[in-house]
Nanobody, 125 residues
Framework: QVQLVESGGGLVQAGDSLSLSCVTSTAIWIMGWFRQTPGKQRVLAAAISWSGGSTYYADSVKGRFTISRDNAKNTVYLQMNSLRPEDTAVYYC?????????????????????WGRGTQVTVSS
């Protein structure tokens, strides 16, 4: 059973930085960080390819968040800078294994087979 465990969430003030980590029990092709607020669907904030050579960022986090991975440690990171109150959410680590039949868009939650339990990030104004 593939496991993903997030860490690093917490309460910070606007303008602060926070770093999230996600350790996986096995290597996964594409890794992403989704975030979700109450009553809304999960939205992809950032994603990274196996090599780290390709990344995706939602417009709302471009220039402020950086996703990276260390495959030797089966760990993916999300460095969040210049945090805003609207960044407040539960952040989920997600893994998308290689599957030629998976035609879901990169930012579609259903395209990801593995999920962590989430970590709360709260940004106060």
């Amino acid at each position: 059973q593939v496991q993903l465990v997030e860490s690093g969430g917490g309460l910070v003030q606007a303008g602060d930085s926070l770093s999230l980590s996600c350790v996986t029990s096995t290597a996964i092709w594409i890794m992403g960080w989704f975030r979700q607020t109450p009553g809304k669907q999960r939205v992809l904030a950032a994603a990274i390819s196996w090599s780290g050579g390709s990344t995706y960022y939602a417009d709302s986090v471009k220039g402020r968040f950086t996703i990276s991975r260390d495959n030797a440690k089966n760990t993916v990171y999300l460095q969040m800078n210049s945090l805003r109150p609207e960044d407040t959410a539960v952040y989920y680590c997600a893994g998308r294994p290689y599957n030629i039949t998976n035609t879901r868009a990169l930012d579609h939650p259903y395209g990801y087979a593995y999920w962590g339990r989430g970590t709360q990030v709260t940004v106060s104004s």
